[in-house]
């Protein structure tokens, strides 16, 4: 035991610092700091009193003067002083509060406290145990100050999270005209780099080189940082070109910046500079450049510099660092097996080694591996998965609508109490649980979150938007503008936000949308500008996608066309999207992909274009790598439309693994064709499960075969799949058994059916004008109107079921109604209706002023359907001029040819009717024959 302050220090030097620390608080236990001695020691007092009384003297100030202590011959002092130097050493290690008091106590009584170095050390001992208050209130006790207490100030500040008042006390410090050094100015940069005003390095810098202290590689290094933190590469590089001396954290420092700015080549580069150099590469340096070539998706270069590494003596599976950097090149790169060979062989596996596995299976879309990864993780006792694996594992969730699975991981995060750490995971919820189609719970879970971001809001938007929830998102960015200032709008609120508008009636909202954007300065964004021209197509001002088309010139890509292209065959501009096809073409910069015959091939399919469709099939063979199953099924789709059966079945046959898409746009096109026997045959050789859209082929095949039984076993199917509720399988049902002349059965299945939608409505309609039930047809009509708004297909119904049971009066006032009290612009449709309904009752006359009086010219199917009248009537005298507009506008049609034939047979006039058959035989004309389908069960 220590009784005495007058062991020696070298005695005092062979404990250990817990000993040490042990020694003084034993040797000092007893004494009352702040009020003196105990009795006890009261001779040691005095002695020491007196001691600082001749050693100590004050100075005009009112301080005691250390300089010359050193010298003074008093051994008692001397070895205090130097056992509270060591006390303070040893303290270092300590992490108790009370050790530092203590010390201060024993410093402050014994007149040690204006010691600098002592000072310093004892302001870096609160600071380590957290007590900030008294750092403050010893640094405010010191009279003088130099360097190195501002910097043990300054430091304290930093480490106890208070950067502003670090970059206060710098400031006064260099007010005060206090001397600093390189350390100052290093804590200044780390204070301003915690605060994010990385802009004000400037400052530091100029500092740095006005006390031309810029040789320190330490400082260099932190203003390297400092500026790529701000994204001002360039300024790094020069603070780095003009380093005289560069040890290895300045190569590493400028390497990683560099990749962390976009600019992985420059990375690259200066790592070849670093090896001519001779510098010895680390593991930093290796984890950048194999980071680097992930970037570049350079697989060949990361396999070299795989080598460079085992090479170097670094082993990959000791290096975790390294290691996980090759798991994610790999992976970036698509050599899935060469990632997952790496992270087999890592020796000691961390949480980022699991995430850079999962995160490229995930990339590569394997996800059953990745959940398999997931599930493998959480059995490893001393890894548990992080805030960054959920968010990886609920993306998936995500990308392939998994909702149950989605709920899950939330219940695990909850338990986890993940949810409540970080704002990323909840953004990552919300984001999933948009994608998967639940979007009143991602509006539960975003009302909830009280501290959200502008990322939580653009998540928000993108799930209404997604969901087609158009005004909710419309309402959501309006309360957006209102809670944040237009400088901390980033692109992605205008990228969730454009798709809202999708219809003209949103054009208005759309143009704001774009004026805004303008404003932001996201004008020059190219990804900006492809949104704004789809957002244009889809409100049909295709004047103002093309002007913005035109507008962007400069700079516009790939995307740029196909957003033109593809966005005009989407929304029906079929013509425009082949005229920007050959545009492209003919600028000749950037060529075809995928997207792009998409686009034209359902242009083509759409507009009957069946030699131009089979052009677009030819570029795809010959430019296209792989034959995508996308295009495929568009293509089935293609002929499909222009009537060519028969390549469809081909283009079909060609896929190696057709998906349910497939099935069904071969199905589709057989029934539409009249093919309906040959689709049912297909769909028997189904082996996926079926959906709705399969059965609306089969309904329809039925419809086109007339038998019912075909139809019922559908229905059967369909019920036992729970799709009867279906408001679109409603109306095909409604079509079948009409078709089939079964209308009560019909009648029922609407009905008994919960939701209607408008085409179940029309299909009633049109099943009681086919059965001559047209006051049962318009009673429907009526029914509709109190719960939505009829539609063009409405009317084309409603006039049919007119013209069928001869209520002329009432067909002409729904017809004249149409526009002016619905809305609804009249087509050719409408008018052949008009045309067969005047026709059928005899008012042939009236049916041709009809078609003049439009003023347009009409499509050949109205004046068709007024030749129809005049043979039925036999009125060859019109019917003749009927036939010769006819012959003018189809001349290879041949069914006008055996109309107006027929109609000269019913009157005798038999050279006539001769002489129109020879020239149907003279021009090889061929009609299309009628049949008629005959069922045979046998028992």
């Excluded at 359907?865 to 039925?872: H, M």
Aim: glycine residues 6%; charged residues 20%; hydrophobic residues 40%.
């Amino acid at each position: 035991m220590v009784r005495n302050s007058t062991i020696s220090p070298k005695k005092l030097r062979i404990y250990n610092s817990g000993h040490l620390i042990y020694v003084f608080r034993h040797s000092f236990s007893r004494r009352n700091f702040l009020g003196g001695l105990s009795s006890s020691d009261s001779h040691i007092s005095r002695r020491k009193h007196e001691q600082s009384a001749v050693l100590l003297p004050v100075t005009p100030t009112g301080h005691k003067v250390f300089d010359e202590m050193p010298n003074r011959e008093n051994r008692t002092v001397e070895t205090s002083f130097m056992f509270l130097r060591d006390v303070l050493r040893s303290s270092m290690m300590s992490t108790e509060a009370e050790t530092p008091r203590s010390i201060h106590c024993f410093a402050l009584k014994s007149g040690f406290l204006q010691d600098l170095p002592s000072s310093s050390k004892l302001l870096t001992l609160y600071s380590k145990v957290g007590d900030l208050v008294s750092s403050l209130g010893l640094f405010g006790e010191l009279k003088v100050k130099d360097v190195i207490v501002w910097n043990s100030m300054i430091t304290s500040l930093n480490q106890n999270g208070r950067s502003m008042a670090a970059v206060g006390l710098f400031v006064e410090m260099i007010k005060k005209g206090t001397e600093f050094d390189s350390t100052t100015l290093l804590l200044a940069a780390s204070a301003l780099s915690s605060l994010n005003l990385s802009n004000k390095c400037p400052l530091v810098h100029c500092l740095a080189i006005e006390a031309g202290l810029v040789s320190d590689p330490s400082l260099c290094n932190a203003l390297m940082n400092l500026y790529a933190k701000d994204e001002d590469l360039s300024s790094a590089e020069c603070v780095f070109a003009d380093m005289v001396h560069r040890d290895i954290v300045s190569w590493n420092t400028i390497v990683t910046k560099c990749l962390a700015n976009g600019h992985p080549w420059k990375s690259l580069n200066y790592f070849k500079s670093m090896t001519r150099s001779g510098q010895e590469a680390d593991n930093v340096t290796f984890s950048c450049v194999i980071s680097a070539c992930a970037s570049l998706k350079e697989l060949p270069l990361g396999e070299s510099f795989h080598g460079v590494v085992i090479k170097s003596g670094y082993i990959p599976e000791a290096h975790v660092s390294v290691a996980n950097s090759l798991v994610s090149m790999y992976s970036k790169c698509g050599g899935t097996d060469a990632a997952e060979t790496v992270f087999e062989q890592i020796l000691c596996k961390d949480v980022i080694s699991w995430n850079a596995i999962l995160n490229g299976f995930a990339t590569n879309r394997m996800f059953q591996e990745s959940f398999g990864i997931f599930k493998e993780m959480q059995l490893v006792d001393r890894i548990q998965p992080d805030i960054a694996t959920m968010v990886t594992v609920t993306s998936i969730c995500g990308d392939i609508c998994l909702p149950r699975e989605g709920r899950a991981i939330h219940g695990y995060m909850v338990r986890r109490e993940l949810q409540s750490r970080a704002l990323e995971v909840i953004n990552s919820l919300i984001d999933m649980y948009g994608r998967c189609g639940l979007t009143r719970q991602a509006e539960l879970l975003f009302k909830i979150t009280t501290d959200r971001d502008l990322v939580s809001w653009n998540s928000m938007l993108s799930a209404f938007v997604q969901n087609r929830f158009t005004q909710e998102a419309k309402n959501l960015f309006k309360e957006v503008l209102s809670e944040y200032s237009c400088s901390k709008f980033s692109l992605s609120t205008v990228l969730a936000i454009l798709p809202s508008c999708e219809s003209s009636d949103s054009l208005i909202f759309g143009k704001l949308v774009h004026c805004w954007q303008l404003k932001l300065g996201f004008g020059d964004n190219i990804l900006s500008a492809n949104s704004v021209i789809n957002m244009y197509i889809s409100c049909r001002d295709l004047i103002s996608a093309f002007l913005l088309l035109e507008t962007i010139s400069e700079s516009r890509d790939l995307a740029s066309w196909n957003s033109v292209i593809y966005g005009c065959a989407s929304n029906g501009h079929h013509s425009e999207s082949l005229r920007a096809f050959q545009a492209m073409s003919r600028e000749g910069i950037v060529s075809h992909d995928m997207i792009t015959l998409l686009g034209t091939i359902s242009a083509c399919g759409n507009l009957g274009l069946v030699l131009q469709g089979r052009c677009f099939h030819g570029l795809a063979i010959k430019t296209l790598r792989e034959s995508e199953t996308q295009l495929q099924n568009t293509l089935i789709t293609m002929y499909g439309r222009c009537k060519d059966i028969d390549s469809a079945v081909k283009v079909f046959g060609l896929i190696s693994d057709p998906n349910l898409c497939s099935w069904n746009c071969v199905i589709s096109t057989l029934s539409q064709n009249k093919a309906g026997q040959e689709a049912i045959q297909l769909f028997r050789k189904l082996e996926l499960e079926p959906n709705e859209i399969t059965f609306v082929g089969l309904l329809s095949a039925s419809t086109q075969l007339g038998y019912a039984g075909y139809g019922m076993q559908t229905h059967c199917h369909l019920i036992r799949r729970g799709y009867q509720a279906n408001p679109f399988l409603c109306a095909a049902l409604v079509d079948m058994y009409s078709s089939c002349g079964m209308l009560e059965t019909g009648m029922k299945v609407f009905r008994k059916s919960g939701e209607k939608s408008i085409a179940a409505w029309n299909s009633v309609i049109s099943a009681y004008g086919f059965h001559g039930m047209g006051e049962k047809a318009m009673e429907i009509f009526k029914e509709m109107r109190t719960r939505m708004e009829p539609n063009k297909s409405t009317f084309i119904s409603l006039l049919s079921a007119c013209s069928h049971s001869g209520f002329i009066d009432e067909g002409l006032r729904y017809y004249n109604q149409m526009e002016d009290e619905f809305g609804v612009k009249p087509v050719s449709e409408h008018r052949v209706c008009v045309v067969d309904m005047l026709g059928r009752a005899g008012k042939l006359r009236e049916a041709y002023e009809f078609i003049k009086g439009i003023g347009e010219r009409q499509e050949a199917g109205v004046w068709g359907a007024l030749l129809s009248a005049c043979n039925y009537h036999a009125d060859t005298k019109l019917g003749k001029e009927v036939a010769e507009v006819l012959f003018e506008m189809e001349p290879d049609n041949a069914s006008y040819y055996i109309s107006l034939s027929n109609t000269y047979v019913g009157l005798g006039d038999w050279e006539e009717a001769v002489r129109l058959r020879k020239m149907v035989e003279d021009k090889a004309l061929k009609k299309v024959p009628g049949y008629s389908v005959i069922n045979l069960s046998v028992s």
